[in-house]
């Protein structure tokens, strides 16, 4: 597998990762005794781990394009 479709996938598993911490936190899904359920920190978190992932998929992006020439 190239590695810039590796790099992406993670990416977008990180991002997947951070919207759901981010409705965690606003309990809008996951069950009512999880720590992070209701918690404004993780509403933070949560956007601050997508946006993570979205540089993750930006980097494995231009290493596409990189290699693509």
């Known amino acids: 597998m190239k590695k810039w479709i590796s790099i992406i996938i993670v990416g977008a598993i ?4 951070g919207i759901i911490f981010h409705l965690q936190g ?3 899904v996951g069950p009512e005794s999880s720590f992070m ?3 404004p ?4 978190y949560g956007i601050q ?4 992932g979205l540089i993750v998929i930006g980097i494995g992006t231009v290493i ?3 290699k693509k020439d």
């Open 14 to 17: 990180i991002g997947l990762f």
């Open 37 to 39: 359920y209701s918690n």
């Open 49 to 52: 781990i997508a946006i993570i």
């Open 26 to 28: 606003q309990s809008v």
């Open 64 to 66: 596409f394009v990189l």
């Open 41 to 44: 920190d993780w509403i933070t």
